[in-house]
């Protein structure tokens, strides 16, 4: 019958199993990959959240310097002082997207790194 196949075929696994050992290998290898890397990802996002709030502080202060040493700067024509005036605030709000950006790939890749 097929139970009684599938009993001796089960039987026949169990006595010499090392065909299934490589296959294990990769299913734990793969399942604590996964695990450590979403262990791992926690402590970056605080980071990346500090990075960003420190940055969104200083932002009024970088404004207000950069725009400073843009008009008061001898060398500079007016009407490039007023293309920085116009192209400085724009750059300055991108400031903490690409810092955020970066802060979380460059602790994300922080953790890929081995320890020593």
């Not at 050992?21 to 500090?50: D, E, M, N, Q, R």
């Not at 970088?62 to 024509?77: D, G, H, M, Q, S």
Request: aromatic share 12%; with cysteine.
């Amino acid at each position: 019958s097929y139970l009684g196949k599938y009993v001796t075929h089960c039987q026949r696994f169990m006595e010499d199993d090392t065909k299934s050992h490589p296959i294990i290998y990769v299913l734990k290898g793969c399942s604590t990959t996964v695990l450590g890397v979403l262990l791992g990802a926690l402590p970056f996002v605080p980071f990346s959240i500090a990075v960003l709030g420190i940055t969104i502080l200083r932002l009024p202060i970088n404004v207000y310097k950069t725009i400073k040493i843009a008009l008061f700067t001898i060398v500079l024509k007016w009407d490039l002082r007023i293309v920085a005036l116009l192209v400085l605030p724009i750059i300055h709000v991108l400031f903490p997207l690409v810092v955020f950006v970066s802060a979380l790939m460059g602790s994300f890749f922080l953790l890929l790194l081995p320890d020593k």
